[in-house]
């Protein structure tokens, strides 16, 4: 089992709608938690970090279920400039070891 | 501005080659890191340094060397031994251990 999963997707979400997806994470010690977002070809870049009581940026809502370890990310009103792979990232350890997902793949729709 | 320089953004390389590539932070960050990222996996730790003149392997170092002798540079050196070098490279750093990390603009590497 991998460590940090993630549905690849594509998501295919019409322009304006609602998309949620979750990452699950296997190691019970995981500290911090995180989601990136990655255009095409380009390089991840944070998108938010991922509190325990839940958070909110925007369109942009992330959980954390810690007793199903798993996070998930809510994308409001979706624009097509939200298109993207977004990964979660877990991080655990003494030195802060970064665990990454492949990624999900949202495709927003005229 | 701050952040992280990778070069080149593509290189292109014969098997059997070594090739280096770069990567420079100008924010003043300790930790530094190589990730390589193949297509629907996640990215795989290379090797990290977490402050000048130390280094560690991650999850796949075996056919990579890094060097950090200076605080702002990271460079990778891809070697020959490497058996499935073309991929794509990104460097990244942050500021501690409870910071999320910061990527360069990563560098996609092709050997045939």
């Known amino acids: 089992r991998k460590e940090v999963e993630q549905d690849p997707g594509p998501f295919n979400v019409p322009e304006g709608a609602t998309v949620a997806f979750n990452c699950t994470y296997s190691?019970?010690?995981?500290?911090?938690f995180f989601w990136y977002r990655q255009d095409c070809r380009k390089e991840p870049k944070l998108l938010m970090s991922v509190y325990s009581s839940g958070n909110e940026d925007g369109r942009f809502t992330a959980q954390l279920n810690r007793a199903s370890q798993y996070i998930s990310l809510l994308i409001r009103d979706s624009k097509l400039s939200d298109s993207a792979t977004y990964l979660c990232v877990v991080k655990w350890g003494s030195w802060g070891k970064l665990q990454f997902g492949a990624g999900t793949q949202v495709v927003v729709t005229p | 501005d701050g952040g992280i320089t990778q070069s080149p953004k593509y290189l292109f390389r014969k098997e059997g080659q070594n090739v280096t590539l770069s990567c420079e932070q100008n924010?003043?960050?300790?930790?530094m890191y190589w990730y390589r990222q193949d297509p629907g996996q996640g990215l795989r730790l290379i090797y990290y340094?977490?402050?000048?003149?130390?280094?560690q392997k991650g999850d796949i170092a075996e056919g990579y060397s890094v060097s950090r002798e200076k605080k702002e540079s990271f460079p990778l050196t891809v070697t020959s031994a490497q058996k499935n070098p073309t991929a794509f490279y990104l460097c990244a750093s942050r500021a501690d251990y409870n910071s999320p990390l910061h990527f360069g603009n990563g560098t996609r590497l092709t050997v045939t």
């Open positions: 190691n019970s010690a995981s500290q911090s």
């Open positions: 340094s977490q402050i000048v003149n130390d280094f």
């Open positions: 924010l003043n960050h300790d930790a």
